[in-house]
Nanobody, 122 residues
Framework: QVQLVESGGGLVQAGGSLRLSCVAS????????MGWFRQAPGKERDFVAH????????SYTDSVKGRFTISRDNAKNTVYLQMNSLKPEDTADYFC???????????????WGQGTQVTVSS
């Protein structure tokens, strides 16, 4: 069974940094696009970033460009989201997801983690 487990969330002051990790079980990881999404209370789940299976292509939503970096280590079945210069509006539950196609549409991702909470205080 495919499982994605996120970690690394927490409480941080504005301007600080966090590094999220998502460890995947199963042999599919090296062939999957991996994405990070976030959902603030009372809001829709939004795209944050995705990375191709090879790691050679990445994409970010405009609000995190220059601050967040997505990366992956296929040998460790892990995808990361390095978040720098955090802002209060980055506060949300962050989810990793696995899919086939490079897409910012959450419907294109078939497997999801349980989420990790990020809170940025002002």
């Amino acid at each position: 069974q495919v499982q994605l487990v996120e970690s690394g969330g927490g409480l941080v002051q504005a301007g600080g940094s966090l590094r999220l990790s998502c460890v995947a079980s199963g042999p599919f990881f090296a062939y999957s696009t991996m994405g990070w999404f976030r959902q603030a209370p009372g809001k829709e789940r939004d795209f944050v970033a995705h990375i191709a299976s090879s790691g050679g292509s990445t994409s970010y939503t405009d609000s995190v460009k220059g601050r967040f970096t997505i990366s992956r280590d296929n040998a460790k079945n892990t995808v990361y989201l390095q978040m720098n210069s955090l802002k209060p509006e980055d506060t949300a539950d962050y989810f990793c997801a696995a899919g086939i196609y490079l897409s910012s549409d959450s419907k294109m991702y078939h497997y999801w983690g349980q989420g990790t909470q990020v809170t940025v205080s002002s």
